[in-house]
């Protein structure tokens, strides 16, 4: 029987998971690491860390099985974070800069001067994207302008999941939803770079790679050198994969319009895919790895999610019990969360901690508990958090919908969030629909490895119907809390245009 391996590269960890051909885990590993953050707003990773990370979880899960498996693979497929810049390499593919990654935020006058100079129209007409130094191309602009020696350098600027590529296979190649996802340079419905975005932003072509490929897309195969390395036998089949908000969406089982998903990893993407090449204003926007020349993938999302619940257990719970594991100290968390009433006793939360993606997009959008009393402690202050993402959620839910895009009733929920049955029945109630996860818990890595299977053409797009994933109905909206909820849901959509302009204010006070 065949086999294939699927590696995510995610913002705080790698992982790979081992499968056959029906989808069932063999062997599955990760590696954790952490994000460099020179300055406020600020996020940048460098690329060996990926590198070692995909090394150490490719040779966890060879160790895992026999040479019998190991040695019978038949294609690797590679998710990976959004890479926003791209690293810059040079010829030599030697990395000379940190990766500025999707959190980084230090390009807004970058997306000023686009915005200026060449407008949010002709950009959105084009791309189907807006202005926003989330995109990467602001990013690629920041480089240009603030370290003109690197620029000078750098040969190609590159997505996670093709460097990686590249060290497997020596082979160069981008795949379609990393092209889209930089945004301002990718031309939607030519499925192309824009050469008038290219030469109005001074980008050169030549810093981009030139063969575009499909997700499902062979980029080589694995070199020899690498084969030894890593336990594995043969020149193995490669696959591009993508974008990890995607390949998860994907992974969920989403294959047709109206289905949608939300990825709570470090950020949150809410998404859903569209056959219409008319792109949502507010929404981002790329081709989807699979079929991707049919439909469109539109995701919106929050910059922190699981990142606002990690910096408030450092920050409020880890300095009382250094002691405990990060496992422990969830468990305290949600204990404490789950005795306090619905709405935290009228306590809500802006989870803007990094600035804010959709539908706020504003890089200087701060972070806020309001309504804070002497009556609330941790407990409130923590199920403040999860419901202030769950409102974000709902906030770009209700952003799609505005659109005319007929949703369907169940909201899929994948990522580190799904651990949390508290989480997932907070979202459910704030959301008003029925919640499901998905029962492997392996996501975009399993999405990642189904990909490789329908690349070699040993399993077909409709594996994930046929058993590779199974969904579990994990919460149902609560009737008692529906009013509630609603009520301040209202007030939650208010906030943030009241705050604006004294965040503005407070940023430039440093």
């Known amino acids: 029987m065949s086999h294939f391996l699927g590696i995510d590269i995610g913002t705080q960890s790698t992982k790979a998971v081992l499968v056959d051909a029906d989808g069932k885990v063999l062997a ?31 040779v966890g899960c060879t160790g895992q099985v026999g040479p019998h498996i190991s040695g019978d693979i038949s294609g690797i497929c590679i998710s990976s974070l959004y890479g926003g810049s791209g690293i ?39 791309t189907g994207n807006g202005i926003d130094s989330y995109y990467g191309f602001t990013k690629m602009l920041w480089l240009q302008k603030h370290q003109p ?8 600027l590159l997505p996670p999941n093709s460097y990686i590529a590249w060290c497997l296979t020596g082979q160069l190649a981008i795949d379609h939803s990393s092209a889209g996802n930089i945004g301002g340079i990718y031309a939607l419905r030519e499925r192309n770079w824009s050469p008038e975005l290219l030469a109005a932003m001074q980008i050169p072509a030549a810093k981009l790679p030139e063969r575009l490929i499909e997700s499902t897309d062979e980029v080589g195969r694995l070199r020899d050198d690498m084969a030894d390395e890593l336990g594995l036998g043969g ?27 939300a990825m709570l990893g470090t950020s949150m993407c809410w998404g859903y895919i569209d056959s219409g090449l008319e792109a ?21 999302g929050a910059l922190t999610a699981g990142g606002a619940v990690s910096w408030f257990r ?49 890089a200087r959008a701060s972070a806020a508990f309001v309504g804070l009393g002497l009556q609330h402690g941790r407990g409130h202050m923590y ?78 797009a409709d594996a994930i119907a046929s058993g590779w994933i199974h969904l579990q109905r994990r919460a149902r909206p609560d009737p008692r809390h529906a009013a509630r909820y609603e009520a301040m849901f209202e007030l939650y959509r208010d906030l943030y245009p009241a705050l604006k302009p004294l965040q503005h204010r407070l940023q430039q006070l440093g």
């Open 28 to 58: 599955s590993a990760s590696q954790g690491y952490q994000v460099d953050r020179p300055a406020p707003l600020h996020a940048e990773q460098w690329p060996e860390v990926w590198w070692q990370a995909v090394r150490d979880c490719i």
């Open 88 to 126: 810059p390499v040079d010829a030599q593919m030697n990395p000379l800069y940190p990766c500025l990654i999707w959190q980084d935020r230090r390009a807004e006058a970058e997306a000023e001067w686009v915005r200026q100079h060449i407008g949010s129209e002709r950009i959105h007409a084009i």
């Open 149 to 156: 020696a690197i620029w000078e350098q750098t040969r190609y």
């Open 235 to 261: 020149p193995i089949p490669v696959y591009i994969g993508g974008v990890d908000a995607a390949i998860a969406t994907f992974a969920a089982g989403v294959v047709r319009p109206g289905q949608h998903v």
């Open 280 to 300: 949502p204003p507010g929404l981002v926007s790329f081709p989807y790895v699979l079929d991707g020349q049919r439909y469109l993938y539109r995701f919106g």
């Open 314 to 362: 450092d920050s409020f719970y880890r300095p009382d019990h250094p002691e405990m594991s990060e496992a422990e100290l969830h468990q305290l968390m949600e204990t404490q969360a789950e005795t306090t009433p619905a709405g935290a006793q009228g306590l809500l939360f802006l989870p803007y901690l990094m600035g804010e993606r959709s539908p706020v997009w504003d």
């Open 383 to 460: 199920r403040a958090v999860l419901e202030g993402v769950a409102m974000a959620l709902r906030h770009n839910i209700e952003a799609g919908s505005h659109q005319g895009i007929q949703l369907d009733e169940r909201l899929i929920v994948v990522g580190g969030a799904a651990h949390s049955d508290l989480w997932m029945q907070i979202i459910a109630d704030i959301t008003q629909r029925d919640i499901y996860t998905i029962e492997e818990q392996v996501e975009a890595a399993m999405g990642a490895a189904l990909l490789a299977g329908i690349g070699s053409g040993e399993i077909g």
